[in-house]
Structures are given as structure tokens and as C-alpha cells.
């Protein structure tokens, strides 16, 4: 079965950095995009970022965190990654990695918290 598993969230200070892993099993890796999604207190999810399967491993941001946040990917780990640097406490929320196959599927979340 399809297994997506989030690590690397914790507390940080504004203007830190983070690394999200995405561990995944299940499915063709390599042949899908990956997405990252992160959901605030009281507000709904939203997508961050996104990266292509293809050989070109394009990638897209959301205007939030453009610059700041990078989305990269190590087929031969089956794992998606997300570096986010110059941390804003607007950050804060619970981050999810996300992959579409024949279906649409989550990992847990980990929490991200950006506070001095």
C-alpha cells in the first residue's frame, strides 16, 4: 500500500531554516510529481510546492514562499524533500507531502512552528 511519512518539522526562530523529508513506498516513485501542502490553525490547506516526476524535475511555488522555500527530490531514496530557509512565524502550520497516482494520497503532517 501507498505510505508517506513526514519528517524534519520543529520549533525554529524567524529567519531559520528547515529541512522536510517525505519517505514513500508503495508506488512508482519516479514517475510521479510530489507535492507539499501545509494547513494553519483554523485555516485550510494549502498547497506550497510542487516538483514534476519527469527527468526535467520541474518545479512550481506558491507566491508565499518563493525564494525562501526549495522542493527537490532523490528518486533512488523513493523521498521528496523540502529546504525552507528565511522562516516567517506565517509559516507555522502542519506540512504535508502529497502524491496523485490513481488516487490522491497523504502523509501525517509535521508540525512546523516559527516563534521566538
Known amino acids: 500500500q501507498v505510505q508517506l511519512v513526514e519528517s524534519g518539522g520543529g520549533l525554529v526562530q524567524p529567519g531559520g531554516s528547515l529541512r522536510l523529508s517525505c519517505a514513500t513506498s508503495?508506488?512508482?516513485?519516479?514517475?510521479?510529481?510530489m507535492y507539499w501542502y501545509r494547513q494553519a490553525p483554523g485555516k485550510e490547506r494549502e498547497w506550497v510546492a510542487d516538483?514534476?516526476?519527469?527527468?526535467?524535475?520541474?518545479?512550481n511555488y506558491a507566491d508565499s514562499v518563493k525564494g525562501r522555500f526549495t522542493i527537490s527530490r532523490d528518486n533512488a531514496k523513493n523521498t521528496v524533500y523540502l529546504q525552507m530557509n528565511s522562516l516567517k512565524p506565517e509559516d507555522t502550520a502542519v506540512y504535508y507531502c502529497?502524491?496523485?497516482?490513481?488516487?490522491?494520497?497523504w502523509g501525517q503532517g509535521t508540525q512546523v512552528t516559527v516563534s521566538s
Open positions: 508503495g508506488f512508482t516513485f519516479s514517475s510521479y510529481a
Open positions: 516538483i514534476s516526476g519527469t527527468t526535467f524535475r520541474t518545479t
Open positions: 502529497s502524491a496523485r497516482t490513481v488516487q490522491r494520497y
